[in-house]
């Protein structure tokens, strides 16, 4: 269906003899859809249900050209109503703010229902300024802020009435982990742990300095790198320094009860050192040291669980081994929806109170083994193994009757299902099985013996990437999907399993929202998203399409998008924008406000697409995932030709001959590769974040997807083999454009990998761009914009022929973005 409905479109007329090719880059067109500009056009797109406790009734706010309201839904009643009347509650506040509002330009915050939800609290901020209450220096420039009122709102008799003498609340803060009775919190110092109780705790929201806080050590043997809690970890060396006496988080998960509490701690200390300097801090450079390590290196981080008896401030390393440098997970309870908007949700560990349930997995990634820890004798019990002769991927198991039962995710018969285990690790039953993939446990219901969860992939005559949510019985009968339409679906169900929110769009709809009980019934439509003022500024949805991978065979899937003004006479450069997976495909399913790498980058004069690959997103088979297994280089850049050579023949007014490709990080690797693999193919290339060199990207990640061999020696020895091709071999083979892009302080793609492509381009004579992104990690934060434009004017000089956009010495468009201030 994809392909046919792509096929019938835009063939232009018959007797054009010569389409004539775009020779002029609309960089108009392409500032009209910046992201500042794109906020003032498009606003809400989903429901975002926030439900409550004592009942099946949930809030949300939506947003529209009109302005933004508040509803409360009674799915039971089949009730939806807004909470209060916004012109009503503007000229309330008005007359006691003396700050004029109205229902367009309400801007509440921190709404919030009381506990017996008869009323809600929110907050507005005045100009009136007062004094800092909790000022450090009064005559200081900040002592002064803008008076925040805080009112409370009566649903029954629509009563509103100023909250006296209201002082904010101070956020929680995010070193505390509070126990489930709220009894104890704690935290790091100095890589040491510690505690303090509820009392203190308060003392230290309002006032982290003051003196009166008491708090108690755990543990003395804390250091760098083998520390109980954070390491300090995005902090320069000057940072880290200054920070090790301040709290810091220690990600522990407590036992129901709060007796107890387990803490994974690492040992990295023999992890060998990288290094990133930032250039642009106030005064000297400053470095950032950390640990990294990288693929086939043999000094690996040790990973511990530690069991605390919290009453009697004792603990213990639990003996978890089992593979050589293997690594540890410790599952936590999923939170309950209705506790989203609790601050103080404690984080509590997937168990009773007696025992806790935790992975292990080997460095190969080919074993896995579920486990059971008895906190009692300490014993841990593998109850499910998985093993592969690729890597096996896990999530969180459900438990059924505190762990009587298990309900196990696995690929082990090549597609993502549920099996049913009994608590001692004998399976029971499969419950889902079939060519499709599931994805997630949404809920349990152990009284009726049904799982609900999301699958992809099982709808005939759909894309298979559209997520849906469904419900099974644990035996396997009754599967039913809950949730029909051709669309992407994302839902957010209530905690009882009785009703969910569907959320549903393609990337060429208008996104819907729907209330639905859980049989699949429609109980009420709730929201349409208005795309009134995009639609009026041009903006026209993208293109689904499908094309056959490189072996001719198997089904890929992508979406075009072409400038608003597409004129099908004319002759367009084609950009492909990649990211290889294996995590995920660069390729949008429902309807997306980032429009950066897509749709405004086609505004220039270009047909952009993005397209799938083999190996690519793990939503679908294990085969069609694990493909590029052991060629982690070269595995998908085949499809990508084949996608804009099918697209071409298809399509006249492509251009196969104009052939750009871009991407960042893994899409960066990818795009400077596919410039070297295919040099007579692929002419321009913009390559940002790239992990050009693999053997020198994190070990986790590379030895993953392409594999690292375990080595057992006579001996009994145990060591690891990696080998990897890199971009930087093929240096030598580059014909076209190149721009490589990279931070200078990331620490996650290293520089370096940018940097060994380029000593091996000038070692080859080759002619290319190398920009340097100052002070910036992974992402490019706050000078993501300028990167942008610098890669369009790339594209334009050397795919389009213009050059008027790199002669200007300021980018002019990036200039009229910035909004002036009064």
Not at 239 to 265: C, G, H, M, Q, T
Not at 413 to 434: P, S, V
Not at 435 to 462: M, P, Q, S
Not at 570 to 587: D, R
Request: aromatic share 12%.
């Amino acid at each position: 269906m994809w392909g046919v409905a792509l096929q019938a479109q835009d063939r232009g007329p018959a007797a054009v003899a010569e389409r004539q090719p775009v020779t002029k880059a609309n960089y108009q067109a392409a500032a009209r859809f910046s992201p500042q500009k794109l906020k003032k056009m498009i606003y809400s797109t989903q429901v975002d249900a926030h439900w409550l406790k004592q009942s099946n009734r949930f809030w949300y706010e939506y947003e529209t050209p009109s302005g933004k309201y508040w509803y409360l839904v009674d799915p039971a009643k089949r009730e939806k109503k807004k909470m209060f009347d916004p012109a009503k509650i503007a000229a309330e506040v008005t007359l006691i703010m003396r700050d004029p509002f109205d229902a367009q330009h309400l801007p509440l915050e921190n709404l919030k229902f009381s506990p017996d939800e008869r009323s809600v609290t929110f907050e507005l901020t005045g100009t009136t300024e007062e004094v800092k209450k909790d000022r450090k220096d009064k005559k200081a420039a900040d002592s002064m802020q803008r008076k925040i009122y805080s009112f409370k709102y009566d649903l029954e008799s629509a009563k509103l009435t100023e909250i006296p003498n209201y002082s904010k609340p101070k956020p929680r803060p995010r070193w505390g982990s509070v126990a489930p009775d709220s009894s104890a919190i704690i935290y790091s110092k100095n890589y040491n742990l510690y505690w303090m109780d509820k009392v203190n705790y308060r003392k230290a929201i309002q006032n982290e300095e003051d003196s009166t806080i008491v708090e108690h050590q755990l543990t003395k043997d804390g250091e760098k790198f083998y520390a109980y809690g954070s390491n300090g970890d995005g902090e320069n060396n000057e940072e880290n320094e200054k920070n090790n006496k301040k709290r810091r988080p220690a990600y522990v998960l407590w036992s129901p009860d709060a007796k107890y509490f387990i803490l994974s701690r690492s040992d990295s200390r023999k992890v060998k050192d990288l290094w990133v300097i930032n250039s642009i801090t106030n005064g000297r450079p400053t470095l950032e040291s950390y640990k990294y390590q990288m693929p086939g290196e043999k000094e690996a981080p040790i990973d511990e669980i530690l069991l605390f008896d919290f009453a009697a401030k004792s603990y213990k390393k639990l003996n978890t081994t089992a593979f050589k440098d293997q690594s540890i997970g410790v599952w936590s309870q999923p939170f309950l929806n209705k506790d989203r908007d609790n601050e103080f949700r404690p984080s509590i560990w997937l168990g009773d109170n007696n025992r806790f349930y935790l992975s292990r997995t080997s460095r190969d990634l080919k074993r896995i083994d579920v486990c059971v820890a008895d906190i009692r004798t300490g014993a841990i019990k593998p109850l499910i193994e998985e093993r592969f002769n690729t890597y096996v991927e896990i999530n969180r198991p459900g438990l059924v009757g505190n762990g009587k039962e298990i309900i196990h995710w696995s690929e082990r018969d090549g597609w993502a299902h549920f099996y049913l285990f009994d608590g001692e690790g004998k399976l029971k039953n499969q419950i889902t099985k079939g060519a499709f993939h599931c994805e997630n446990i949404v809920n349990i219901d152990e009284r009726n013996r049904v799982l609900y969860f999301t699958a992809n992939g099982r709808e005939d005559k759909e894309d298979p990437y559209f997520v849906h949510l469904y419900k099974v019985n644990f035996d396997g009968s009754g599967l039913k999907l809950l949730n029909a339409g051709d669309f992407e679906h994302r839902s957010s169900m209530s905690d009882d399993s009785n009703f969910f929110v569907d959320n549903y769009s393609r990337v060429n709809t208008v996104p819907k929202s729907t209330l639905y009980d859980n049989t699949g019934k429609k109980v009420m439509e709730l929201e349409t998203a208005d795309l009134s003022l995009l639609m009026a500024s041009g903006y026209k949805f993208p293109e689904p399409f499908k094309v056959k991978a490189d072996d001719g065979i198997t089904d890929i899937y992508g979406v075009m998008y072409k400038p608003f003004d597409f004129d099908p006479n004319k002759k367009y450069p084609i950009i492909e924008y990649v990211y290889p997976g294996p995590q995920t495909e660069a390729v949008d399913k429902a309807f997306s406000r980032a429009m950066d790498r897509t749709d405004r980058l086609a505004q220039f004069g270009y047909v952009v697409i993005t397209v799938g690959n083999r190996g690519g997103n793990p939503a679908r088979s294990k085969w069609y995932h694990t493909f590029g297994y052991g060629n982690l280089r070269d595995y998908g850049l085949a499809d990508k030709k084949a996608a804009v050579e099918q697209l071409a023949a298809r399509y006249p007014f492509i251009d196969d001959q104009k052939v750009g490709i871009t991407g960042h990080s893994g899409g960066g690797f990818m795009s400077t590769a596919a410039m070297l693999v295919y040099p007579e193919f692929f002419k321009v290339a913009v390559s940002n974040a790239g992990n050009h060199d693999n053997s020198i990207y994190n070990r986790w990640w590379s030895e993953k997807h392409h594999g690292v061999k375990e080595i057992v020696s006579a001996k009994g020895d145990t060591t690891f083999k990696y080998a990897i091709d890199k971009n930087p071999d093929l240096a030598k083979n580059l014909k076209g454009h190149l721009m490589l892009m990279t931070g200078d302080i990331d620490n996650n793609v290293h520089p370096a990998n940018t940097i060994r492509v380029a000593n091996a381009l000038m070692k080859a004579g080759k002619r290319f761009e190398f920009v340097i992104v100052p002070g910036q990690r992974h992402g490019f934060g706050e000078l993501t914009e300028y990167t942008f434009w610098k890669l369009s004017d790339h594209f334009n000089k050397y795919l389009i022929g213009d050059f008027s956009g790199s002669a200007q010495t300021d980018m002019v468009e990036m200039d009229r973005d910035i909004e002036k201030k009064r």
